[in-house]
């Protein structure tokens, strides 16, 4: 599908030629390069907005801690990926959030049975005291 | 300094050579779909949630490992002989590092509406109700964040010429990540190469700045995706070019960005020799001796490429800015790669081993 290019394109008197003036938009030919590139092209940018949507990214003084973000959520797309396409999720299966949601759900269950971790350098009248929280 | 483009007016236009026939690379075997290959012991899962297929990617002995560096690293910080009546550490254990994970990804849902993510008092809830934040408090966070830390501490892994790599500091995760994505997953048979920019925009003379990109600073990675599952990557660095590869004699022709597209590409082809692959690049990697090279390897590629590179036909040459007939095509074909020019808005120019020229969908 092309849309007519605009009267100040550089090529509207060529584009006139093939798509008319009263035309918004019309289906054309393509070659077959053309349209394979388009088709496979995407392979990086699909990781890339997979990304935006819920990214862990905090700004950092640290010149490697960006890698860091990057790497986890790296690992968590592609066990998204991995997720949807098992057998049993082909027909109905997690959204990214609920995706997400799941993974933070099973972090603070495995995470929770330890005992805190209690600072000792700061006062004790200002340590958080925490036990496994009860749901 | 702003280059001069070439404009070359349609009734001057010099004659063009016509769609020449081309024989494109038949793949040994038929195109393939993606799969997964997931340990034999999901096998015996009823179902696998997606914690499980998580922890594939940063297991239990990975974390326990990040734990004891960052013990050793607080107690290198804090237990110094001046520090020593100020400061104790306890150390973090894995599971508190699972906690410090779960309040990172928290806080990549915080943007997300309330009516999926429930709010209380300003702070959005998982379902149980409980904020992440009081899984670990705030200075069990901080302290964490203070100091985490990835590699043993000063332990500077090496590149062979004996200089300290400059991604050292997050190696060990480099390292788990790419061979674990690579042994998961299985591509398909078309893979995507792609540059990919990481935010940063403090000091660092490895980062790179692309002020026309949406990230327009930060580090640069080569990366090789498909569908969105990123299978192998490769560091670059501003100031010291990406990370060494391994060049046989008659890869020198190729450029620096053509060598580490070529370790990408070889390493998929090692793995999966069975298995036929093709290769999209965007104009900043496909050159025709490249493409050239991976034909003899038995592997396609196809992209866009930019009529000043290595092995672009000069009778194609027209310049960025020329006013050809619209959909005007030509093409060539050279150490069977074809190279096609095709007027549209504007000049576009593409190189294949894997596409007739001829031939419209």
């Keep these: 599908m092309r849309v007519h290019p605009g009267n100040k394109s550089t090529n509207a008197s060529g584009a006139n030629s093939t798509i008319l003036p009263g035309e918004g938009q019309k289906e054309l030919d393509i070659p077959v390069i053309v349209d394979a590139y388009n088709q496979h092209k995407v392979g990086v940018d699909v990781a890339d907005q997979y990304q935006t949507y819920f990214d862990t990214h905090l700004i950092s003084r640290r010149n490697w801690y960006p890698l860091v973000y990057w790497m986890l959520e790296t690992a968590v797309i592609n066990s998204l990926i991995i997720y949807r396409d098992l057998p049993a999720n082909k027909e109905c299966t997690l959204d990214h959030f609920d995706f997400r949601l799941s993974i933070l759900r099973d972090l603070l269950h495995t995470g929770s049975p330890s005992t805190m971790k209690i600072s000792s350098c700061i006062p004790a009248s200002q340590r958080i005291t925490r036990s496994a929280p009860s749901t | ?361």
């Design chain 2, 1 to 361: 300094m702003q280059q001069k483009t070439l404009k070359i007016p349609i009734q001057n236009l010099p004659d063009r050579p016509k769609l020449p026939t081309f024989d494109p690379l038949q793949p040994v075997v038929p195109p393939h779909t993606a799969w997964n290959l997931l340990p034999i012991s999901f096998s015996e899962l009823d179902a696998i949630t997606p914690i499980q297929i998580f922890n594939l990617f940063l297991t239990n002995s990975i974390m326990g490992q990040l734990g004891a560096n960052t013990n050793s690293n607080a107690q290198q910080q804090l237990l110094g002989p001046e520090k020593e009546r100020q400061h104790s550490w306890q150390p973090v254990t894995a599971p508190d590092l699972y906690l410090w994970l779960a309040i990172q990804t928290h806080m990549g849902l915080i943007g997300v509406p309330p009516e999926r993510y429930r709010m209380k008092d300003g702070v959005y809830l998982p379902e149980d109700g409980l904020p992440p934040a009081a899984y670990l408090g705030k200075i069990c966070y901080q302290e964490i964040c203070c100091f985490f830390h990835v590699s043993p501490y000063n332990s500077l892994p090496e590149t062979p010429e004996g200089l300290p790599c400059w991604h050292s500091k997050v190696e060990i995760l480099l390292e788990q990540l790419q061979f674990f994505s690579q042994q998961y997953r299985v591509p398909g048979s078309n893979v995507t190469i792609d540059e990919a920019m990481i935010l940063f925009t403090c000091r660092s003379i490895h980062i790179t700045k692309m002020p026309n990109k949406p990230i327009s600073q930060g580090y640069k990675f080569f990366r090789m995706a498909e569908k969105g599952y990123v299978w192998e990557f490769h560091p670059s660095s501003n100031a010291v070019g990406g990370d060494p590869v391994d060049v046989e004699s008659h890869l020198l022709q190729l450029t620096d960005t053509g060598k580490r597209v070529h370790h990408l590409i070889r390493h998929l082809h090692q793995r999966h020799r069975k298995l036929s692959f093709n290769v999209y690049m965007d104009n900043f990697f496909t050159t025709q001796p490249l493409l050239a090279e991976l034909c003899r390897m038995g592997i396609g590629a196809s992209g866009t490429c930019m009529q000043q590179f290595q092995g672009f036909p000069k009778e194609l040459k027209v310049g960025k800015n020329a006013k050809l007939p619209y959909y005007f095509q030509s093409g060539a074909v050279n150490d069977g790669v074809a190279t096609l020019l095709r007027m549209d808005s504007l000049p576009v120019t593409m190189m294949s081993t894997i596409h007739p020229l001829h031939g419209e969908d």
